[in-house]
């Protein structure tokens, strides 16, 4: 029989869940149950009632002591006394202090608050004065309160307080009517605080029934805050690492730099001295060139005046020579010629004179024109010393070119000397650089070292982050169920009575206004269906958030553990938006477990992925990811070994999974090649279940560990009824075929939850069921989204659905095991 519908048969009434809502109010139970507090109230309330009515009832049982007339007025005068004491309005105090005393003391306690002092002072019971007379019985109902604290005192008590009663009888006819009616006031004022107390009682167990919910409360925002911490800490990891790049790069920065300021100063320190030398060569060249050419000057001038001077002198002692010679050979020939021909020789001296006049004039002239000559050596002399005028300028200017080249020089033997300086400076600041760089190598190692420890710590907090994570899913529990409602769609009208009671606490709650039902009597009646999950998504919730919930799951995956994840509901319900949408779960999952395979690479751990994706479609599988004309041709097989504890999968495609994107191929590929029937309740109705097998084998290098976990990720075939779907032929086989599997399903969710260990699973009864094996049940986790539309149309659907995940959230399936092994 359909599972879905025996459950709607069987269950619509009493199924919905309704403790799964906030009790009315367990004010009541509470007090009923709370065992002492209040049941010395009662108690200690019923026991004064009592005490009320023992004195009424003696006052009639008269047994006649004789009463001391000698003693009467007295009596009468204390009685007077004790009853305006007792009668006076109990002392008004502060509710906290009324609370505190009631709880510390009890209810018997507070009745002595009426006037302790002077029930402690009352006369002894066995005293005949004080036990008897209209005042005599006050002080021992006062009394009783203390009796309550043991039976045998109480009745000692009661018994003292007959005595008297009975030897009043006489002096009642002479009591005044007054006396009665104090005592009733007295009494009505001690009910008055007892049922005052009573109040302010019940109100603080109000009160800490509020803190329990508080309580409760705080325990999830605790859960919730170790989750943000969770993140918090993978985060922290991340920065970790990018802090570890940096410090590398910042050594290795720091190395270059290092290398090229060493460099420089190599360059540096030659570069100077090549410039040293070249100005020391150029200051010795411009010397030796100067001096060269003063020297040279010197000469010239010198042997320019020298050669002048020469020929002058030379010039002048030829001119003196000839002319002296002239004058010799003419007085000799005037001393030959003789007086005789003195005349003629006077005549000749005449001529010879006047030659020698005209000669003298001639040599004047000769003298004259050498003086020009003179004069023009003279100048050429003066042209002369003023090249050499120009020659000592020239001289001065090098000099001064010398002196000023020498300034350079010492300007550049003083930046030369700075330039040591710096460079002493330098290799002076190298050696502190170097120092600091050893200092900072140091640290680094030291940084380094406690990197290193902390991965070692890390690793073996990673052990301990698993054990209790699994020990955190198990406390949640192996099987959860959530519920997700779509949105209605724009071409969609008549959207069904879905609420959501507790959507800004919880969000577990879903409740759904049912049908219109005709009541025995003839009346339209609406019943409302409320139902509890693990947790309820509305219509605006996304699939990330929807993730955020599987999460954990996934991570379990990895950690080494089975786990499945199940869409359920009726076609069109959002299970292939749930799954294999875009950002569906599908993608969400490889992705996470891509980014924490990658962050468990600097624990140790390496991670192999094989994804496959089967569908099961009129009790055969299909591999989705084969070829498509092989689809409803190639027989997929599916083999256990019983052993291990594995599930292995012939002629079906197995994809390793090395990149994220290979997801988004595997989809594609099954997307085109699962079978999509168009059914009368959805177009896009698909009328398969498909699975989605992602193995993840785990190695850790480090420690030897191994795990070997199998994430299921199962979008089921629309669950609607039979007549709903109006199938028929082809489409009635499929229906019933897909009602019979996800009758199966539930009932291996239900032996799961009820057998003992070794009892029989009904795995075979469906290949849905076989397929899933060992991912259902004690070695695993599971996690069912009942998904549900928002539309009146398929309200019945829905309720059906929701009872159904009702059933399932209800089983209890047993602790999941973890596949680790250690090193082979
Ligand atoms: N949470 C959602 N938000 C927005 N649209 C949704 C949501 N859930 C479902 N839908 C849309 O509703 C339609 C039906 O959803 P979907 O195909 O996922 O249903 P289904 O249960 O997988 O049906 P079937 O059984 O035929 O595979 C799709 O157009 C889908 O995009």
Redesign the pocket.
């Known amino acids: 029989m359909d599972y879905a519908k025996a459950e709607l048969a069987t269950e619509n009434e009493g199924f919905p869940k309704p403790s799964g809502l906030k009790p009315p109010s367990q004010v009541p139970k509470l007090l009923a149950s709370q065992g002492r507090p209040l049941g010395e109230l009662q108690e200690s309330s019923m026991n004064s009632r009592s005490a009320l009515a023992q004195p009424t009832a003696t006052k009639h049982k008269v047994s006649g002591l004789p009463e001391p007339a000698f003693k009467r007025k007295t009596l009468a005068e204390k009685a007077g006394e004790v009853d305006r004491k007792v009668a006076a309005p109990p002392p008004a105090r502060p509710v906290a202090n009324s609370i505190k005393s009631t709880i510390a003391r009890g209810f018997a306690a507070s009745t002595l608050r009426v006037n302790p002092n002077k029930a402690l002072k009352q006369p002894s019971a066995t005293s005949y004065g004080g036990s008897i007379g209209p005042g005599a019985r006050i002080p021992s109902v006062n009394a009783r309160p203390r009796s309550a604290y043991g039976q045998h005192a109480r009745s000692k008590s009661h018994h003292q307080g007959m005595r008297p009663a009975t030897a009043m009888l006489k002096q009642r006819d002479e009591d005044d009517e007054d006396d009665g009616l104090e005592r009733k006031d007295f009494y009505d004022d001690r009910i008055e605080a007892m049922e005052r107390d009573f109040r302010m009682f019940k109100e603080k167990m109000e009160g800490d029934m509020q803190q329990t919910t508080d309580y409760k409360e705080t325990i999830q925002q605790l859960q919730s805050k170790v989750t943000e911490l969770e993140v918090l800490r993978a985060r922290l990891e991340t920065v970790n690492k990018g802090l570890e790049a940096e410090l590398k790069d910042t050594q290795s920065c720091f190395t270059t730099v290092k290398m090229e300021l060493e460099m420089t100063q190599r360059n540096h320190s030659f570069e100077t001295e090549d410039m040293r030398r070249r100005l020391r060569n150029e200051i010795e060249d411009t010397k030796f060139e100067h001096e060269k050419v003063t020297k040279r000057m010197m000469k010239d001038k010198e042997d320019s005046e020298e050669k002048i001077r020469k020929d002058f002198e030379a010039r002048i002692d030829k001119l003196l020579k000839a002319h002296s010679e002239e004058l010799a050979e003419l007085q000799k020939k005037i001393d030959a010629d003789g007086e005789v021909d003195r005349a003629r020789r006077a005549q000749e001296a005449q001529k010879v004179e006047t030659e020698y006049a005209s000669k003298l004039r001639l040599a004047a002239m000769e003298a004259d024109a050498k003086q020009r000559e003179i004069q023009l050596v003279q100048g050429e002399l003066i042209n002369t010393r003023s090249e050499l005028d120009r020659e000592r300028t020239l001289r001065t200017g090098l000099q001064s070119q010398l002196t000023e080249a020498t300034t350079h020089n010492l300007t550049l033997d003083a930046a030369n000397t700075a330039m040591k300086e710096k460079i002493h400076f330098l290799e002076s600041d190298s050696q502190a650089q170097s120092q600091a760089f050893n200092d900072l190598h140091r640290r680094m190692q030291d940084a380094i070292d406690a990197a290193e420890l902390a991965h070692e710590k890390l690793r073996q907090e990673e052990t301990l982050r698993r054990k209790l994570f699994n020990q955190v899913q198990e406390l949640k529990g192996n099987i959860r169920v959530m519920c997700?409602v779509?949105?209605t769609?724009a071409t969609e009208s008549d959207p069904a009575s879905i609420t959501f009671p507790d959507n800004d606490t919880d969000s577990k709650e879903v409740a759904v206004l049912g049908p219109n039902k005709q009541s025995a009597t003839g009346k339209d009646v609406t019943s409302a269906y409320a139902y509890s999950f693990d947790r309820v998504f509305g219509?605006s919730?996304?699939?990330g958030e929807v993730f955020e919930e599987i999460s954990q799951l996934v991570q379990s995956a990895l950690d080494g553990y089975n786990v499945c994840i199940f869409?359920y509901?009726?076609?069109?319900?959002?299970?292939?938006?749930?799954?294999s949408?875009v950002d569906g779960m599908i993608p969400r999952a490889t992705a996470q477990i891509y980014a924490e395979a990658q962050r468990l690479e600097e624990k140790g751990w390496r991670y192999t992925m094989q994804g496959s994706f089967i569908e099961v479609y009129n009790e055969t599988y299909n591999d989705l990811l084969g070829r498509s004309e092989d689809l409803d041709k190639k027989k997929v097989e599916v083999r256990h070994d019983p052993a291990k504890k594995q599930t292995y999968l012939e002629n079906a495609v197995s994809v390793a999974l090395d990149g994220p994107e290979r997801v988004d191929e595997i989809l594609e590929t099954a997307s085109k090649n699962r079978t999509?029937a168009a059914t009368k309740a959805?177009m896009?109705?698909?009328?398969s279940h498909s699975v989605f097998i992602l193995k993840l084998v785990g190695r850790n290098e480090i420690t030897g560990e191994k795990s070997e976990g199998t994430l299921n990720l199962v979008?089921l075939?629309?669950s609607e009824r039979l007549e709903h779907s109006k199938a028929e032929g082809a489409r009635l086989k499929e229906t019933q075929n897909i009602n019979k599997s996800l009758s199966c399903l539930g009932d291996v969710i239900n032996a799961l939850g009820s057998s003992k260990e070794g009892a029989h699973i009904p795995y075979r009864n469906s290949k849905l069921t076989y397929l899933l094996q060992y991912s259902l049940g004690g070695n695993s986790k599971t996690l069912m989204f009942v998904?549900v539309s928002p539309l009146q149309a398929h309200l019945q659907e829905t309720i059906t659905s929701l009872k159904f995940a009702t059933k399932v959230h209800n089983t209890h399936i047993g602790t999941a095991r973890k596949q680790t092994k250690t090193k082979d």
């Open positions: 997700r779509r949105p769609h219509p919730s996304q699939n869409c509901g009726q076609t069109g319900s959002g299970k292939t938006h749930t799954m949408s999509v959805n896009r109705s698909s009328r979008d075939a629309g998904m």
